[in-house]
């Protein structure tokens, strides 16, 4: 430790400190992120990252960021090699290390590539080296052979790294402006194809990227665990044999809708959902383009009725209880945005049917002591602050500090949507704008830390932002169920509008 004092400074020990009083405190986070808060799990990490920084000196701090292209050049050759499954079958059949040797003849490449790929790769901590030319797999290798890692891989540096290699080019000739109303996209212009239709033409690469979207949530809480599903959405639910006209749709072939996924993929949510709530009455509905559908499988049994949609028309099933919307909406600029609400509003039920929507909520402000997210209110040394779900939570200028760092990942996607597709990861205050000029009311958002660190916003995690038709909540439905005047919209607007005073 003293080693380690001499080499950062005078201002370093505290730092050194605060991350071994977090490990202690939540030692068990990093191995099981669900075992602990995912505040202290986050912490931890950005404890660990202020740390680096803190040892690195400015020149390292420059070299560790701008030499990424290479370290993931050498990642992508790496997985199309398959060295990671060799390696790991290899440790499995024979419990010994792997040389480059033996990997040259599995994978077809020359002994000198591999050697000089492989550094790359144990340098990322992704394998280990034992030996010169031997290698052995570690807590990071599996990852890299499951669809996360593998696909994940290959999405990004097929399809995102070349559009973002172009951005700021593109970017100089558009004046500096944010894209959002450009009919050519940054892609289509870097490319010379759009996004979704450059999916489309390929179909191995639509599969990698249908593949890396349904695991790229691995690890992190499911939406069902962060909105209280039972709550506001099961409860006041009219779907039932007696009840069924109520929720029925009136142009397409589904009846008795409780929940529309649009544009959802393989249909992982609804599975999930599903398997979380057996008993729930209605129908699960995934609308997609026929591609994407033609490369979805039911889960374990797990039935939804799937249905070509484009959501620049008309949304065809009326009526649901619940429309879904998972990392939709930030690949849209604001129009394209309005138009998919507008589509979706004209099918909601008035006072029954909600949006859910699942994406980043970004904070409305950063502070400028510590770059860390906070909402608009004064900064002092302790406060309580009225949470997005309408709860007291309680943080402190430590915890905000220590947060910082955690919103890297949102905002890099923020660039990455922009590049792709005109997209943007928005604030609370662009969410609230945005589904207002579509007639749509927010009435409540759950998650991405504001339940444990009140102001602090998207650090840890995606939220989910529940919206009605405009000026209609709950209530009568609610009254029109068990005489109960007091639904849980009401009660929530009741909070909001507290706040608001």
Avoid at 161 to 173: Q, R, S, V
Avoid at 249 to 261: I, M, T
Avoid at 304 to 327: I, T
Wanted: charged letters at 25%; one cysteine or more; hydrophobic letters at 35%.
């Amino acid at each position: 430790m003293n080693g380690i004092h001499a080499t950062v400074g005078s201002d370093k020990p505290s730092l050194v400190e605060q991350l071994v009083n977090i490990i202690s405190a939540g030692k068990d986070a990093q191995n099981d992120p669900k075992k602990e808060s995912a505040m202290a799990h986050a912490s931890m990490r950005d404890a660990a990252h202020r740390l680096l920084l803190a040892i690195e000196t400015p020149t390292e701090t420059v070299r560790r960021l701008i030499y990424q292209p290479p370290q993931n050049a050498a990642l992508k050759t790496v997985v199309d090699l398959k060295l990671f499954d060799y390696i790991l079958e290899h440790h499995r059949v024979t419990g010994s290390v792997m040389t480059a040797k033996e990997l040259a003849v599995r994978s077809g490449a020359d002994t000198l590539l591999i050697t000089r790929m492989m550094r790359v790769i144990v340098g990322l901590g992704l394998c280990d080296n034992p030996a010169p030319d031997t290698y052995t797999p570690n807590s990071k290798t599996a990852v890299m052979t499951e669809p996360i890692g593998r696909d994940g891989t290959k999405t990004l540096s097929d399809l995102s790294a070349p559009a973002c290699a172009g951005l700021p080019d593109y970017l100089a000739e558009h004046s500096y402006c944010s894209p959002g109303d450009d009919p050519m996209t940054p892609m289509h212009a870097i490319l010379g194809v759009p996004h979704f239709k450059w999916l489309a033409e390929r179909p191995h690469r639509q599969h990698e990227f249908n593949s890396y979207m349904t695991a790229r949530r691995e690890g992190a809480k499911h939406w069902t665990e962060i909105y209280p599903v039972q709550e506001r959405l099961l409860k006041g639910s009219v779907i039932g044999p007696c009840e069924a006209s109520l929720a029925s749709n009136r142009k397409g072939d589904v009846d008795n809708a409780l929940l529309v996924d649009i544009a959802g993929g393989r249909g992982h949510d609804l599975a999930t959902f599903r398997r979380k709530f057996p008993n729930a009455q209605g129908s699960l509905v995934l609308m997609e383009q026929q591609e994407v559908l033609d490369d979805a499988v039911d889960e374990e049994g797990v039935k939804f009725e799937k249905l070509p949609f484009d959501f620049n028309k008309s949304q065809p099933v009326e009526g649901a209880r619940a429309y879904f919307l998972r990392s939709v909406l930030h690949d849209w600029e604001n129009a394209t945005c309005r138009t998919i609400l507008s589509n979706t509003k004209t099918a909601m039920k008035a006072g029954y049917s909600k949006l859910l929507i699942n994406d980043f909520v970004l904070p409305d402000a950063l502070s400028a002591s510590s770059g860390s997210s906070v909402a608009h209110e004064p900064t002092s040394s302790k406060r309580t602050q009225p949470g997005r779900n309408g709860g007291n939570n309680a943080t402190n200028d430590a915890d905000l500090g220590l947060l910082a760092s955690s919103a890297l990942f949102p905002a890099s996607l923020d660039i990455q949507m922009m590049a792709l597709n005109q997209g943007i990861e928005r604030t609370e205050r662009q969410w609230r704008d945005l589904l207002g000029s579509a007639g749509l009311e927010v009435m409540g958002i759950w998650g991405g830390g504001r339940d444990e660190v009140g102001s602090v916003a998207s650090v840890m995690g995606e939220c989910v932002i529940e919206a009605m038709v405009a000026g209609k909540g709950d209530a009568e439905i609610k009254r029109g169920l068990d005489g109960d005047g007091a639904s849980g919209d009401e009660e929530m607007g009741v909070k909001r509008r507290a706040r608001e005073q």
